[in-house]
């Protein structure tokens, strides 16, 4: 299992950035994706989650934590096995190693400890 995640970069606050998770070794039939973010001198935190694309009732499901809600969108190409994070109005404060993890099982959420895989991470820096 290998994630991969990109797209990070430098933009002005109120821009806009998609970073992509490329996924080999492994289905979104399974597999629920998540993208974390880690600020210097703080703990990593759920941004944004895709549960698997099972066809069970939550199958593709999405979740964001409440300071994104609105303004990211999470979303996945199950042909290419790529999942992707568009960020929109972006804040000094979105500023952060973004990392796309991935879990074997239906449903997905925003708890680090649930994922077993994990990319290397993006930097997304949005200044003021």
């Known amino acids: 299992v290998q994630l991969q995640a990109s797209g990070g970069g430098l933009v002005q606050a109120g821009g806009s950035l998609r970073l992509s998770c490329a996924a080999s070794?492994?289905?979104?039939?399974?597999?629920?994706i998540a993208w974390f973010r880690q600020a210097p001198g703080k703990e990593r935190e759920g941004v944004s989650c895709i549960s698997s694309n099972d066809g069970s009732v939550t199958s593709g499901n999405t979740y964001y934590t409440d300071s994104v809600n609105g303004r990211f969108i999470i979303s996945s190409d199950n042909a290419k096995n790529m999942v992707y994070l568009q960020m929109n109005s972006l804040k000094p404060e979105d500023t952060a190693v973004y990392y796309c993890a991935a879990d074997k099982s239906p449903v997905c959420g925003l708890r680090a400890r649930k994922y077993d895989y994990w990319g290397q991470g993006t930097q997304v820096t949005v200044s003021s």
């Open positions: 070794g492994f289905t979104f039939d399974d597999h629920s």
